[in-house]
Nanobody, 128 residues
């Protein structure tokens, strides 16, 4: 059974850092595209970063570039999201998701509907 479990959320002051971890079980991450998403106030899901299953290349979307870093550990079967210089508008529930064989086209991470399996999410609150 495939399962994704996020951890590492919490309250952070503006300018601070947080590291989220997505622990995958029941699958070999090497064969999967994985994405990190943030839930917006209107409940839509915004892509933050993703991994292309074909070459393991990691792509960071506009809001994350220069501040967030996604990484993968295929031994531990984990995908991390290191978030630095956090802003209030980074607050939200962060989800990881996966889909077997999913690739990235033109550097644009797949939208949320492309992913089949999701974690339960972890809350990040940036406030002073």
């Amino acid at each position: 059974q495939v399962q994704l479990v996020e951890s590492g959320g919490g309250s952070v002051q503006p300018g601070g850092s947080a590291r989220l971890t997505c622990q995958a079980s029941g699958l070999d991450l090497k064969a999967y595209g994985v994405g990190w998403f943030r839930e917006l106030p209107d409940k839509k899901l915004e892509s933050v970063a993703c991994i292309d299953s074909r070459d393991s290349r990691i792509w960071h979307q506009y809001s994350a570039r220069g501040r967030f870093t996604m990484s993968v550990d295929y031994v531990k079967n984990t995908v991390d999201l290191q978030m630095n210089n956090l802003r209030r508008d980074d607050s939200g529930v962060y989800y990881c998701a996966d889909e077997e064989g999913l690739g990235v086209v033109s550097g644009e991470c797949p939208r949320d509907w492309s992913y089949d399996e999701w974690g339960q999410g972890t809350q990040v609150t940036v406030s002073s």
